[in-house]
């Protein structure tokens, strides 16, 4: 199949005009803006004869009325907040022009569509609400609890606003399904640095994630002696240093790791901190590496208790690796090297996806296009033109290698 | 002279009454409950035939009608809020009790009592308001600019409330004095560790203190490799390090440096932080160990910089240790061998006090008891009643010595 690369681009242009923000998009869940290229969206997908419907929890899925091999393939159509235009929007106008393309080329099954809602998890429950309701993974009580985590009330609330109080929570027909795939910015700037086009994501890292508490004593930091002070601050410092020297030493080649949260409470300079605490976050695809580097975190955690001050682990998140289907891998590399000749690269995928969470249910692909530097969840977020089309046609022809049994 | 030590007693109890909060006080400058406190001194001044006055800023001063020789004594009033009973009103029971003990003696000459607005530094625009106006280094500028740090408004407005307005602030007339002596609980351990009664200070340390700024680059904790990371915390973390690292090497055997404000930018488990900030803090009295400690931390602010991110340092604070009178330590240690023989230390004090702004001004003398647990800025402070009436003897003897000629 070949996409209509002009049709695309107009495609994604339009959507950027809906709740733009500067260069970017400001599109949060639920918001009236959101809900504007929900309806759009439905509406493309009944005008090639899909069935559309936007679902109880703002999925929007297109079904194409056909018996033969249907492929499922989209996004989600949020933004984060005041970021870029691309994300998230790219896969769900690629999973269009391929369910286009199949309709025009007249093969028998077709492409049916989605677009997630909540992937970049604006409301608490889930860290992927919409794909997660559709594996059928989210109760009614993760509903009725889940909020806006920027103030903007409840889930429930904000989808009778939007119009979907009481719709029923469509669930995946695995049956039904030969395939998923998602197309994605990279997010990250492995592509463009090799002056790569199209990435083939190998699988998705799994998130393990910790809360590391330091219990000192606050005192008064000009009458305590260094000698005996407990300094929660300090036992916190060593303990970070302490990571930053050992992970290397056992990481794999693709591993990364960030403390990204610190506090120190008081927080007064003349108050030797008497409770500190830190997140500890660390990705990789491959369990053993992620068993080991947790192995040694809870050791040097350990290390750390040692010490003056009491220290103590928590564990936030341990998310499952998602690998990507073989067969598909090596679809989307044909398609690669017939557009993209020796511009492609296998790589796993360092951020989430709702891939990841269709991966276990049904054999799935994900791709990447370039971010250009390497930026995302910002407004500047952006991929060339060029690379957008290049990747359309190496998404829709893999597609189409998929749906007429030669991929 | 010997103190009465039931009636300092009765009075510091009686000051524990205003403001209670649990077994402390809550009376923060220019609070309804400070400007009880201040009027029962203001009146007990007068009782014994001192003309008293509170000035402009709060001060509270009771001069004694003689043109002997005089000493001055005193501390605060004010608490830190919800703090303790004792840190500032010791010292000024005992000035009290020195000026009646100097009346009831019938010597010539007597003690001017002196309790100083804001040594808690409640208000912006100077560390030690009070005795700063009473040495006469704060203009009528940061009076109008200095406001409440915890949003009680601006200090001219809440000195209006108190009836203040328009009150002359009183200088202090050098030439009227032999001695200032003030008395204040420890705040540290290191009496009580040693089974002591006693502190006669040598100097109160210099504070210096600076922020230290840190500039990555801003990114996602799943795509961004960790080669190409421009971290700010780790690189906060890494000069934190270095600090603790090579501080105890160069250091004085009673400096202490603190890090009690650290902030990492934008503070989420999968960004990597932008920006980070520390405040770092080191106290000692010897300029050349302050002067040491300060080319190291600039010497390892260069090294941080060498790295990734970009690294800038501000200077703060950079304050002058001051030292007591030689002459009066003597005259502490005299009184401290008659009534606490071989329980008594010289030893510097680590934190701030209004005699390090009048010390160079006048022969200045401080003098410390014991703080059970070290406790201080917090409402279990204490010191034992047996404690404080050891103090309260040893402070009114130095005083008469100093009065009669033969400290």
């Not at 103030?151 to 939007?162: C, K, N, P, T, V």
């Amino acid at each position: 199949m070949i996409a209509n690369t002009q049709r695309v681009l107009t495609d994604l242009h339009y959507l950027r005009s809906i709740g733009a923000y500067k260069t970017g998009v400001h599109r949060p869940t639920l918001s009236a803006d959101d809900m504007i290229a929900r309806k759009w969206l439905a509406d493309q997908l009944r005008a090639i004869g899909h069935t559309s419907t936007i679902d109880g929890i703002a999925n929007v899925y297109g079904r194409v009325p056909s018996d033969g091999p249907i492929v499922l393939a989209g996004s989600h159509i949020e933004s984060q907040n005041h970021a870029g235009w691309l994300d998230g929007a790219l896969g769900v106008v690629y999973a269009l022009e391929a369910a286009r393309v199949a309709k025009e080329t007249g093969l028998s099954g077709g492409v049916d569509v989605i677009a997630f809602a909540d992937e970049e998890s604006h409301f608490s429950g889930a860290s992927f609400l919409g794909s997660e309701s559709f594996a059928g993974d989210v109760s009614e009580e993760v509903m009725d609890g889940s909020v806006c985590r920027s103030g903007r009330g409840r889930l429930r609330d904000l989808l009778a606003d939007a119009g979907l109080a009481g719709r029923e929570r469509l669930k995946i027909e695995t049956d039904r399904y030969k395939a998923f795939f998602e197309a994605h910015i990279e997010q990250g700037q492995t592509l463009e640095t090799e002056d790569l086009k199209i990435g083939v994501v190998t699988s998705i890292v799994a998130i393990w994630q910790y809360r590391i508490t330091f219990k000192g004593i606050q005192n008064h930091a000009g009458t305590t002696k260094m000698a005996i002070r407990r300094d929660a601050g300090k036992a916190l410092m060593g303990l970070w240093h302490r990571i930053e020297e050992e992970f290397p030493n056992i990481c794999g080649p693709h591993s990364v790791w960030t403390v990204g949260h610190v506090s120190i409470s008081p927080g007064q300079p003349s108050i030797i901190p008497g409770c500190a605490e830190m997140i500890v976050q660390f990705r990789d695809a491959e369990p053993a590496t992620l068993d080991r580097l947790k192995a040694k975190l809870y050791e040097l955690v350990r290390e750390a208790d040692d010490g003056p001050c009491a220290v103590t682990i928590e564990v936030m998140g341990e998310s499952t690796p998602a690998h990507m289907s073989k067969a598909l891998q090596s679809t989307l590399i044909d398609a690669a090297r017939t557009h993209a000749p020796d511009k492609w690269l296998v790589m796993p995928s360092g951020a989430g996806h709702d891939a990841q969470v269709i991966a276990p249910l049904i054999p799935s692909a994900m791709m990447f296009v370039p971010s250009i530097g390497g930026i995302s969840h910002h407004w500047t977020e952006n991929t060339s033109d060029k690379d957008i089309a290049l990747g359309a046609q190496v998404f829709v022809d893999a597609i189409g290698r998929v749906l007429s049994g030669s991929g």
